[in-house]
């Protein structure tokens, strides 16, 4: 499982859980959690790709493997699969990034958060880290993003933003990783997808609308697409269990 932008394994935990007949692998992307940045190299998806490419093999990670990606782990893990399409058995994309961030209705959002992020760069190292580790500006991005009405589920999930959002090695990781977060999607690859694809979507996720999401499956060959109700980006925290029971069916169906 590869986690998104600004997230590490502590985000896929309730689905990795909610799968106890699997072996479940989450890396923190280098940079984020617990993983050092890379030594030399921008924190890219071509990088990104190179070091999960490289995680599978040193895990010994066999064809049989699923590889799953939640939103921007969504652009890694297709790209991975696009590259090497026989290293895997099947990809499942959870919340994928299913247009262009820079075009269509979410264009001025994301360069507002391009200037945010490009802001914190350029201020002093004390002032910049501040900004991006702001205990408001976190609880505003988690409170965007959360669509449930359950009090204690959204206090879980802003718990869980103000524990680990911030957990990035520096300033420059995080604007490299949020430039490649917003450069690329997963419909620029879709057509070389040729292995099974389980598309796993939020009915109200704002980086990914309904329609765009019909648009992706449309481009890649092999596509399965479930949407899940009155949930938005954060299926992995509102509905680990049934997004874990469509890998689980995706997975015992898959042809022999």
Known sequence: MIHGFRGDHHGLELM??????FRV???DLPGFGESAPFAAGRHDVPGYVRFLAGFAAATGLGPE????????????????IAE???????LVLVNPISEPALQGPKAVASRLAQAYYTLAAKLPEPAGLGLLRHPAIVHAMSAMMAKTKDPALRRFIHDQH??????????????????????DDV????????VPVLLVAGVKDDLG???SQRRLAGLIPQARLEFIEEVGHL?????????????DRFARELPA
């Open 209 to 211: 609308s309904v329609a």
């Open 25 to 27: 692998l989450v890396p």
């Open 235 to 247: 299926i992995h925290y509102e509905a680990p269990a049934a997004a874990a029971a469509l890998v």
């Open 16 to 21: 990795a859980a909610a799968l106890p007949g």
């Open 84 to 90: 090497a399409p026989r290293s895997f058995r099947a």
């Open 162 to 183: 103000r524990r680990y959002f911030s957990a990035f090695a520096g300033r420059d990781v995080v604007l490299q990783a949020f430039q490649a977060s917003i450069s």
């Open 187 to 194: 419909g620029q690859v879709a057509a070389r997808l040729s």
């Open 65 to 80: 493997t699923l590889l799953l990606g939640h939103s921007f782990g969504s652009i890694l893990a297709a790209r991975l």
